[in-house]
């Protein structure tokens, strides 16, 4: 099973997938951890990304496009992946849409995890304390949640118009959000 998650920062993307693992035995890619990760290792991509991600700007296009086409192609990710954070704008989800098809995948359920503004601002504070993430400023928050709603909204239409987009309340336990994708997900 191939997914995507999307919906604003801070809405239990990355929790929900490390529970699909679990469940299903997919791979999680998140886009953010990658980035992240290089941004640590000093690595040429890293360098690129961290400007951007400081301000709370959208990574360029080719740079997380070819992470992405790199990571599909890796064994781990042979049994499915759910892809966080990534596709971020339509012309991500045009670019990934090439990419599945020489690869011969497709995209079973795009999952939106819809939460409220304050809610998610509240949890992604929590979050840059106890896990002491930079990118997790008042103001880099603002600024992501803009970007959220100016870019990555339209996606919502972009996979509801190919049938494959489902709703989840990303709001409540993490426990409960889960039992919610879960039977989602099931046929």
């Known amino acids: 099973m191939n997914i995507i998650f999307i919906g604003p920062p801070g809405a239990g993307k990355g ?4 529970v699909l693992q679990s ?3 997919i791979l999680p890619v998140s886009t953010g951890d990658i980035l992240r990760q290089a941004v640590e290792m000093g ?11 400081s ?6 296009d080719e740079v997380v496009i070819g992470i992405i086409k790199d990571r599909i192609r890796e064994e781990d990710a042979q049994n499915g992946f759910i892809l966080d954070g990534f596709p971020r704008t339509v012309p991500q989800a045009e670019a ?14 795009v999952v939106l995890f819809e939460a409220d503004t304050e809610e998610l601002t509240s949890r992604m504070i929590k979050r840059a304390e106890e896990q002491g993430r930079s990118d997790d400023t ?6 992501r949640l803009g970007v959220y709603t100016e870019k990555t909204k339209p996606l919502i239409d972009f ?11 990303g709001l409540g336990q ?14």
Do not use: C, W
């Open 96 to 109: 990934l849409a090439v990419i599945l098809r020489e690869n011969g995948l497709s995209i079973d359920h």
């Open 23 to 25: 469940e299903f035995g």
């Open 55 to 60: 301000a709370g700007e959208l990574v360029p």
């Open 159 to 169: 996979y509801r118009t190919q049938g494959v987009l489902m709703s989840v309340d």
């Open 15 to 18: 929790t929900q997938a490390k």
């Open 43 to 53: 690595t040429e991509m890293g360098k690129k990304a961290q400007a951007f991600m």
């Open 138 to 143: 008042p103001e880099t928050i603002k600024n």
């Open 174 to 187: 993490i426990e409960e959000v889960s039992r919610r994708l879960i039977a989602a997900l099931k046929p």
